[in-house]
């Protein structure tokens, strides 16, 4: 292994996307929320990644997985990495993942080697442990990968531990930007976290797919955060809503998001006349709507039917499924024709959570093959894995990824 990534709060789904993106030979799991890949970390898109909190590369398998292994092991190496750290005040971190030890234990390695990296001669700041997992704002906020920047990484394995320094952490100002600071925002219709937006784009893409060029739609955009993530990643963009209410929304937000700071389609606009748009937006019902150009994938929260704050009666819940279940095979239906052959979709649909992780699902999904379309199967995750919810939501987002037959 060359790099290792930190998944999120659900690790299948952004194991998942590691594998639709860079294929199943290249990653796999090492541990509950820890991928391995065997790329170079400045190989990786990390900014394009929704469902892994931190990239590492990784420095060496360490011989054993107690924790006293690991602290002869650092205690020794420590000193002899220091002449590749630049001058300068070191802002040294420490994470564990998988070993029995507490954070007030981890918090001691650390001051011992604070200790060794004084008397090799140079100066440096320990960030403390209130986990064994720093979280992302101490890493992104002490700088630990600026250039004096070091947060070890240290994942148990049966007999080795990977030694790792991160690399890159999730931008967590950015996805505030990208989530609340956007001028139009509705609770009403929904709101899809910028996260899963990454997530099931690039679910609906693979390493064949050619990135610019692409043109991503969302029938379904809503306040147009998949289409916002669409072209954070380079693709052009296609959106429709059955809601001209929804249409106007999204051509504000992403008009807003046009002049953000890093926008990547900030320096074509100026060689555009005034009124350029880098998408294309219309009024449309999902169920009977041309689109045109033919877009090259389908990425989509879908309509997710009644939203509930307490268990449904369970004839109010059936029903509810029937009338989704009819609008999202009429969807399914009429897309089929517009796509060409292999076109990968993926569609966020609504299941119900009616106990704890147990979950009533759409009649349709078992019934993909005969709307004209095959199921992607993943190595490394089962389809079942692939819901996105919290304890207490009744209504999650099953994450159906498909290819037009």
């Not at 954070?103 to 001691?108: E, F, G, N, S």
């Not at 669409?230 to 937000?253: C, H, I, K």
Request: charged share 20%; net charge neutral; proline share 6%.
């Amino acid at each position: 292994m060359k790099s290792i990534c930190i998944l999120g709060r659900q690790p299948a789904l952004g194991l998942a996307e590691l594998e639709s993106l860079y294929g199943t030979e290249t990653v796999s799991l090492v541990a509950p929320n820890v991928a391995a890949l065997e790329l170079e970390a400045k190989d990786i898109n990390f900014p394009r990644l929704g469902g892994s909190t931190r990239l590492a590369r990784v420095l060496a398998e360490i011989p054993g997985s107690d924790w006293k292994s690991v602290e002869k092991y650092l205690a020794k190496t420590v000193p002899e990495h220091l002449q590749y750290v630049p001058e300068g005040k070191l802002q040294l971190g420490l994470s564990a993942f998988g070993f029995d030890i507490s954070p007030a234990k981890l918090t001691a390695t650390g001051l011992t080697l604070k200790k060794i990296i004084r008397a090799a001669g140079r100066s440096v700041r320990l960030v403390p442990n209130n986990e064994l997992e720093l979280n992302t704002a101490q890493v992104l906020h002490n700088h630990l990968t600026g250039k004096t920047g070091w947060e070890l990484l240290l994942v148990r394995q049966k007999d080795t531990t990977i030694l790792a320094q991160t690399y890159a952490v999730q931008d967590i100002d950015s996805y505030t930007l990208r989530d609340r600071g956007r001028p139009k925002r509705d609770a009403r219709v929904g709101m899809l976290p910028p996260k899963l937006a990454q997530i099931i784009i690039n679910l609906a893409t693979s390493d064949t797919n050619p990135l610019y060029g692409s043109i991503v739609l969302d029938p379904f955009c809503g306040t147009g955060v998949v289409l916002q993530e669409a072209t954070w990643m380079g693709f052009d963009v296609y959106g429709s809503d059955l809601d001209p209410r929804m249409v106007q929304y999204t051509d504000e937000n992403l008009m807003w998001f046009l002049e953000q700071p890093g926008c990547p389609v900030e320096d074509i606009r100026a060689s555009q006349p005034p009124d350029w748009r880098y998408f294309s937006l219309e009024e449309g019902d999902a169920t009977t709507h041309q689109w045109s150009p033919r877009p090259n994938i389908v990425a989509c929260e879908t309509y997710l039917g009644r939203t509930y704050t307490a268990q449904p009666e369970r004839g109010n819940l059936s029903q509810n499924i029937t009338d989704v279940n009819t609008i999202l095979t009429k969807f399914l239906r009429n897309v089929h024709p517009q796509l060409a052959p292999g076109s990968r979709l993926c569609l966020a649909v609504p299941a119900w959570q009616t106990k704890p992780n147990t979950f009533r699902h759409l009649p349709l999904v078992d019934q993909i093959s005969d709307l004209g379309y095959n199921r992607v199967e993943f190595e490394r995750v089962r389809n079942d894995e692939l819901i996105y919810y919290r304890s207490d939501q009744i209504v999650a987002r099953q994450l159906l990824v498909l290819t037009r037959k």
